[in-house]
């Protein structure tokens, strides 16, 4: 956390949040409800070890592999399982396919419930009630501003997760890349285009 020193030498204090977090990791720890190098390695984990890279190694499988991508989109969250990739923030979670016909994207309204053991941590934004309140009511539009332009022809689906259920979006696999790796193509594969906010990258990117 960046501290802001103030020309007269004093230190301003955390935000607020900042504070009541620190508060109730302090208490739980006193209490020896958790230890310190418990919290530690939670963090190091979600800051560190996992990230949107898994989930875009899991695409590009899906993007060359029919049988998986079948699997996914049948049972996305007994193939995680088999996969290792399970936890107290991905128990549920249900695959989104792309096509030329429809284009997924995934909010969550209430909070901001999210496939944390495939894509890591959540973007601020996605936590934000601008976008959780108006993705639902305008998405082509909120797409736009995120420089995502969706044709007229296309549905937009948007999925909002809850405390049961993640959603993970299988973006479209970007023309000319049939001869790409699959370390070459979850290159082409961000967290954004796994919510549905962007697409794939193309291969000129």
């Not at 995120?146 to 970007?174: C, H, L, M, Q």
């Amino acid at each position: 956390m960046k501290k802001i020193t103030h020309s007269n030498g004093y230190t301003s204090p955390p935000a607020y949040a900042a504070l009541r977090i620190k508060a109730i990791q302090s208490l739980l720890i006193e209490k020896g409800i958790v230890s310190e190098e418990a919290l530690n390695e939670v963090v190091d984990i979600y800051e560190n070890k996992v990230g949107p890279h898994d989930g875009a190694k899991i695409i590009a499988r899906a993007w060359t592999d029919v049988s998986f991508r079948k699997k996914l989109l049948d049972d996305g969250t007994q193939t995680l399982s088999e996969l290792g990739m399970t936890g107290f923030e991905g128990a549920h979670v249900v695959f989104l396919e792309n096509t030329s016909d429809i284009h997924n994207v995934v909010v969550c309204t209430l909070c901001s419930c999210y496939p944390w053991a495939v894509l890591g941590l959540p973007p601020a934004w996605f936590k934000a009630p601008q976008y959780r309140s108006r993705v639902v009511i305008e998405p082509r539009k909120v797409l736009e501003e995120f420089g995502t332009n969706i044709p007229d022809n296309k549905e937009i689906r948007v999925w909002d997760s809850t405390a049961e259920i993640r959603y993970i979006v299988i973006p479209e696999r970007p023309e000319g890349t049939e001869s790409l790796s699959s370390s070459e193509l979850s290159c082409l594969i961000t967290r954004d285009s796994m919510i549905g906010t962007r697409l794939a990258k193309s291969v000129r990117e």
